[in-house]
């Protein structure tokens, strides 16, 4: 009897009472879940452990992760060379004024999407979908060309060689991956339950009062969700920034592209040694400029992550 009962509290306690909430079970679930999070944070580990090496450290086959030398001179050249706080002024206005735009129009259009019915409406969606659908380096060249020429009323908008080139197409729906947030937003409007909109409209609130009062509130996730997506994108967006800005503008991941391009000019072989490497152009200055131009979408993301999960949560709720 007290054989069977010592077993039963065993498998208990390894297997728990639903065979899922048991000793074995968690130890299997933790392990998983480190394994997982050791593959994301492996580059950060690595890019931090190179950035705080010497370069006598750097050119040693024998040092794999912990420096020999620390220092923080890497640093210190990066953000010379990146110009940091000009270039992250740069980055700041490119980022923010587009995601503002593309939010706003995003969450109009989405709205007109999904509360309205009007003609064509079918057929402007499917070519929304279709123009997403085609890769964007097709569309370079047909690009520049329009917004080199575009005139409105007679008026140049002068977009080329200016932010505006970011921005005001943004504001009228054709930013960077902008169909995915009017989908994002399509759906959550047409999600709102019909008795909100009913009873707004009884009150005798328009359909711009009604936007503004109960579809943005419960839209707040999708601001939220867009807001983020678009602000990283338009971050780490260097093609078109080039395309579009040329020397007008030079954010920080366009200043580690141009330190990428001049390392990999002088080091064409990939052979590095104690007497050719340089105390600035060096893998520890690359890995140093790396960390410094995502430092500031990192610090977004640990202030943000509590309300970006909620509002991934909460976009699988709303509806009647």
Known sequence: MNSLLHKHQLKKLFLGRRGNDG?????????????ISFIFLYPLLSMLSMSLMSVEDLVDSSISWVPRNPTLRHFESAFVWMKFWESFLDSLQVSIYPTIATVVSSALIGYGFGRFEFPLKKLLMGLMI???????????????????DLKIFGI???LMN?????????????????????????????????????AASMDGSGPFRTFLTIAIPMAAPAFLICGLYS???????????????????????????????????MYA????????????????????????????????????????????????????
């Open 130 to 148: 279709a123009m997403f659908l085609i890769p964007s380096v097709l569309t370079y060249i047909p690009t520049t060309v329009l917004y080199r």
């Open 231 to 265: 602000f990283v994108w338009y971050w780490n967006e260097t093609t078109l920034a080039r395309l579009y800005f040329g020397s007008s503008v030079t954010t920080l991941p366009m200043r580690l592209e141009s330190f990428i391009a001049m390392y990999r000019s």
């Open 162 to 198: 200016s932010i505006r080139a970011f921005w005001v197409p943004a504001l009228v729906g054709n930013g960077i991956r902008q169909t995915i947030f009017i989908l994002i937003f399509y759906q959550f409007f047409k999600m709102i339950p019909h008795e909100l909109i009913e």
């Open 269 to 320: 072989q990939g052979k590095v040694t104690l007497d050719t490497v340089s105390s600035i152009y060096n893998t520890g200055v690359q890995y140093a400029m790396t960390l410094l131009s995502i430092l500031p979408l990192l610090v977004i993301y640990i202030f943000a992550q509590k309300w970006f999960v909620e509002g991934v949560d909460k976009s699988g709720i709303a509806g009647s």
């Open 23 to 35: 000793l074995l079970f968690k130890i299997v679930l933790y392990l998983l879940l480190i394994g």
């Open 156 to 158: 140049d908008l002068q």
